[in-house]
């Protein structure tokens, strides 16, 4: 468990946090420039903070109060940075073993071979960062972090640097982290993508505030938590692979109701996540028929907010969890929605983006 | 060509012991000062900066007579050297000196370019990775500067092989005790039918210039290929 607490002010700009991290990966969650990386800099001990108190695990890495605030290197947090930062003079090995140097004797060894193989990067092991492409070079950086025995794994946007094929190559080890090694995670991200496949735990930032934590399923299904912008809220179902279909479809089972989309590499009888994006759903009062879109959800209306904008959030309870659509004012009163009533949630299959599937959180 | 007299070899050994101990001896304090150009500010920063590229701009007879009002045996350094039976006016060492002072703003130049050369993001990595200051030096910003080390350090030696105004005057031209490579090219030149030693000493002086070169180039481009090689 981190516990952090930071105040600092910096050009004109007021950072005023304080949150939680439970075991799993907790997710920081905001706009650029809503503190982000500050938070994390705070943590790791690469700035220093203002005002506030940062402990891990019973162990006080900062304290303002008492004058306590440790160096990085005293810290024992692998930070994994957005550039990777690998040292450019060093092999691959000698970067993954950089941090087993300094860790101290009695600290518990993650084994060389156990997370290169986890990584993949056992072919590099002997090859330069230099010659490295930027996928690779993440994997190792993750790797180089989780080997100087770290308490926590701090990563600032890891996956900013690189293009989506990239992307997807990268979020599984994420995954793996979470789930194969128990080493509690605080990632940085402004993707609700990532959010939905990697969150234990979601923090939400905005203007230097936290203005929301809590499970990730229940943040990101809130209609409130808009500082990411209208099109990251979506709902997050928790589903199993049923069957891969021959036509490349894939088809997962949501509290009884039959969901298909594009192929994903998950095993029937998997567990997986998908964020449907509110703005992808479309509502019906009747079971449409002559419909081109598979995914057909019948739920009760549960609440209908309306804002300044030409908007509706209606969020949707049912059987396969809260669904949220985002339509026009317009449509919500042609459609008489009223909050109780029921309705139709409809998604085409391939408004499902693949980098929205992923496998279940540890702690769900 | 006939070989080289004893005088000659002389001189030829004299330079190159003068000009290793100068670079040799610089070495640590360019370092020292190039770090603290390059990543620290005090007051004063500027007057040190200043103070280091003097020899580069005064004229080296200004040095040497510089050094010889505060390094001679009636300077305020020199007597204090003295007492403890280090004599430098008049003496090899006193020429490694006056090598080392004219070869420094190159030295510190070479070296504080390379330091700003280094990602501090990579030394704040290295932090987290639990390794303390002294650490990160040790093993990522002293690496990634090694070729920057070497170009100053090979500057700073072929700096020594010539240095020339700065020597004479702090520790004259005396053969086999002061009298460098270039100190005995004048000296030569000044005797009548000394072209030809003095010639033989240019093109030893040519071939050593040469050689530093070439094995600079050689050790500057093995460590960028280590650092930024595949």
């Known amino acids: ?364 | 060509m006939e070989g080289l007299g004893p005088e000659e070899w002389q001189a030829v050994a004299l330079s190159l012991r003068v000009s290793f101990w100068a670079t040799l001896i610089a070495l640590p304090l360019a370092l020292l000062i190039a770090f603290a150009l390059a990543r620290w500010a005090f007051p004063g920063k500027q007057l040190l900066n200043g103070l280091v590229h003097l020899p580069l701009i005064l004229p080296p007879v200004v040095t040497g007579y510089l050094l010889l009002l505060t390094f001679g045996t009636q300077g305020p350094v020199g007597g204090l050297l003295q007492d403890f039976g280090i004599v430098l006016a008049f003496r090899w060492t006193g020429a490694a000196l006056a090598a080392a002072i004219m070869g420094f703003p190159l030295m510190v130049r070479a070296i504080r370019l390379s330091i700003e050369a280094v990602d501090p993001k990579l030394e704040q990595a290295a932090a987290t990775l639990g390794a303390s200051r002294l650490w990160v030096f040790l093993t990522v910003t002293l690496p990634l500067i090694l070729p920057g080390l070497i170009a100053g350090a090979i500057l700073a030696f072929a700096k020594a092989m010539g240095e020339f105004g700065a020597t004479i005057t702090f520790v004259s031209n005396i053969p086999g005790q002061t009298q460098t490579l270039p100190s005995a090219i004048y000296a030569f030149l000044q005797t009548p039918g000394g072209e030809g030693p003095a010639t033989r000493l240019v093109l030893i002086s040519i071939a050593i210039a040469m050689a530093a070169l070439l094995l600079s180039e050689l050790l500057a481009r093995k460590a960028a290929k280590r650092i930024g090689g595949a």
Request: net charge positive.
């Open chain 1, 1 to 364: 468990m981190l516990s952090v607490e930071v105040k600092h002010a910096r050009d004109g700009f007021n950072l005023d946090v304080a949150f939680e991290a439970p075991p799993g990966i907790t997710v920081l969650f905001g706009r650029s420039g809503s503190g982000k990386t500050t938070v994390v800099n705070a943590v790791a001990g690469l700035l220093r903070p203002d005002a506030g108190r940062v402990a891990l695990k019973h162990r006080v890495l900062c304290d303002t109060k008492n004058g306590v605030c440790l160096p990085p290197n005293r810290r024992r947090i692998g930070y994994v940075f957005q550039e990777g930062r690998l040292f450019p003079h060093l092999t691959v090995r000698q970067n993954l073993l950089f941090g087993r140097w300094f860790a101290p004797r009695n600290a518990p060894r993650a084994e060389l071979e156990r997370i290169v193989d986890m990584l993949g990067i056992g072919p590099l092991l002997d090859r330069r960062p230099g010659g490295l492409s930027g996928g690779e070079k993440q994997r190792v950086a993750i790797g180089r972090a989780l080997l100087s025995a770290p308490d926590m794994i701090l990563a600032d946007e890891p996956l900013a640097a690189l293009d989506e094929a990239r992307k997807a190559e990268i979020l599984p080890y994420f995954e793996r982290l979470r789930d194969e090694t128990g080493v509690p995670v605080l990632y940085v991200s402004h993707s609700a993508a990532e959010v939905a496949r990697l969150a234990t735990t979601v923090v939400v930032l905005q203007d230097g505030k936290t203005v929301k934590q809590g499970p990730a399923a229940e943040i990101l299904s809130d209609p409130t938590v808009m500082p990411a912008g209208v099109r990251a809220v979506g709902a997050l179902l928790e589903t199993r692979v049923t069957a891969h279909h021959a036509d490349g479809l894939s088809e997962l089972d949501a509290g009884g109701i039959a969901l298909f989309l594009p192929r994903i590499p998950q095993a029937p009888g998997e567990r997986v996540r998908v964020r449907i994006a509110a703005h992808e759903v479309i509502l019906s009062r009747q079971k449409p028929t002559g419909l081109s879109a598979l995914n057909i959800l019948p739920g009760t209306i549960e609440q209908i907010r309306t804002g300044e904008g030409p908007g509706a959030m209606v969020s949707l309870a049912t059987p396969a969890g809260r669904i949220l659509a985002r339509v026009t004012k317009r449509s919500a009163q042609a459609l008489d929605l009223q909050e109780g009533g029921s309705c139709y949630a409809v998604v085409k299959s391939v408004a499902i983006a693949p980098g929205d599937v992923g496998g279940p959180a540890a702690a769900s």
